[in-house]
C-alpha cells in the first residue's frame, strides 16, 4: 500500500496517506515486540507508552489528514502535510507522556479513555468529513460503499476484544483469541481505507507558486 501510494506523484493527499502507513506500521511492530514476551519487565512500561502512542497518532494522522487533503487543500501540498507531521508529532509526544503517567500511577479509566474512547471519536469523525466530502463531490456509490466497508471492518476488529475472546481461544485451541481477529479486521479496514482514498483522489498536480525574477507564476 505503500509502494502505490507513493506511486501516485500527483495525488491528494498521498503523502498524508503514506505518513499514516507508517504509523501504522510502527504501531503493529511495536505491538508485534510487547506479545512476544521477550522484554524485561523493567522495560515493558516505556515500551506500552510508545506503542500506545503511536496506536493513538496513528488514528490522529488518519483525521487530521483527511481534514488537511479536503478543506486545506489550497494552501499547497508542502504545507499540508507539514501541518500533518506537525500536529501528529505534537500529538504523538503529548501521548507518550499522558500515558506513562497514567500507567506508572495505575489509572485504568484515563488510560481507556484516551487510547480507546478519543480515538473512537476521532474516528467518527473522519467518517462524517469524509461522507461530506463524497456529497460535496457527488461521488459514486463504490466510494461510499469502501468508506461504509472500513468502518464496518473497524467495528467488527473492535468486537472480539470485549466480547467472546475466551470462545475464540477456548474454539481454537488457545493458537487464536480475540487480539487476533482485532489486527486481522483493523488490517482490512486499513486496506479498504487505502482502496476508498484511491477512489477519491484527484488525480490532478496541485498549483504551485514560484517567484521568478520577482513574478509569482503558476506551475
Given at each position: 500500500?505503500?509502494?502505490?501510494?507513493?506511486?501516485?506523484?500527483?495525488?491528494?493527499?498521498?503523502?498524508?496517506?503514506?505518513?499514516?502507513?507508517?504509523?501504522?506500521?510502527?504501531?503493529?511492530?511495536?505491538?508485534?515486540?510487547?506479545?512476544?514476551?521477550?522484554?524485561?519487565?523493567?522495560?515493558?512500561?516505556?515500551?506500552?507508552?510508545?506503542?500506545?502512542?503511536?496506536?493513538?497518532?496513528?488514528?490522529?494522522?488518519?483525521?487530521?489528514?483527511?481534514?488537511?487533503?479536503?478543506?486545506?487543500?489550497?494552501?499547497?501540498?508542502?504545507?499540508?502535510?507539514?501541518?500533518?507531521?506537525?500536529?501528529?508529532?505534537?500529538?504523538?509526544?503529548?501521548?507518550?507522556?499522558?500515558?506513562?503517567?497514567?500507567?506508572?500511577?495505575?489509572?485504568?479509566?484515563?488510560?481507556?479513555?484516551?487510547t480507546f474512547?478519543?480515538?473512537?471519536?476521532?474516528?467518527?469523525?473522519?467518517?462524517?468529513l469524509q461522507?461530506?466530502?463524497?456529497?460535496?463531490?457527488?461521488?459514486?456509490?463504490w466510494a461510499?460503499?469502501?468508506?461504509?466497508?472500513?468502518?464496518?471492518?473497524?467495528?467488527?476488529?473492535?468486537?472480539?476484544?470485549?466480547?467472546?475472546?475466551?470462545?475464540?481461544?477456548?474454539?481454537?485451541?488457545?493458537?487464536?483469541?480475540?487480539?487476533?481477529?482485532?489486527?486481522?479486521?483493523?488490517?482490512?479496514?486499513?486496506?479498504?481505507?487505502?482502496?476508498?482514498?484511491?477512489?477519491?483522489?484527484?488525480?490532478?498536480?496541485?498549483?504551485?507558486?514560484?517567484?521568478?525574477?520577482?513574478?509569482?507564476?503558476?506551475?
Amino acid at each position: 500500500m505503500i509502494k502505490g501510494a507513493n506511486k501516485k506523484y500527483s495525488a491528494v493527499g498521498r503523502k498524508e496517506m503514506v505518513t499514516f502507513f507508517y504509523m501504522y506500521l510502527a504501531t503493529i511492530s511495536l505491538e508485534t515486540v510487547l506479545v512476544s514476551g521477550v522484554l524485561k519487565k523493567n522495560v515493558l512500561v516505556y515500551l506500552t507508552s510508545l506503542q500506545l502512542s503511536f496506536a493513538n497518532s496513528t488514528v490522529f494522522c488518519l483525521f487530521i489528514g483527511g481534514l488537511t487533503s479536503t478543506s486545506l487543500v489550497d494552501i499547497g501540498l508542502l504545507k499540508s502535510i507539514l501541518i500533518v507531521r506537525v500536529v501528529t508529532f505534537v500529538y504523538f509526544v503529548t501521548s507518550i507522556v499522558v500515558i506513562y503517567m497514567f500507567l506508572m500511577a495505575k489509572n485504568s479509566f484515563i488510560i481507556c479513555f484516551f487510547t480507546f474512547i478519543l480515538n473512537l471519536g476521532l474516528a467518527f469523525l473522519y467518517l462524517i468529513l469524509q461522507v461530506l466530502k463524497l456529497i460535496r463531490l457527488d461521488a459514486e456509490v463504490w466510494a461510499y460503499g469502501t468508506l461504509i466497508i472500513s468502518a464496518l471492518f473497524f467495528m467488527s476488529g473492535i468486537l472480539p476484544l470485549f466480547f467472546g475472546s475466551e470462545y475464540i481461544a477456548l474454539l481454537s485451541d488457545r493458537y487464536l483469541d480475540g487480539l487476533f481477529f482485532f489486527h486481522l479486521f483493523i488490517f482490512c479496514g486499513i486496506i479498504m481505507i487505502h482502496k476508498y482514498w484511491l477512489s477519491v483522489c484527484e488525480n490532478e498536480a496541485e498549483c504551485i507558486s514560484l517567484i521568478v525574477k520577482g513574478e509569482i507564476k503558476n506551475v
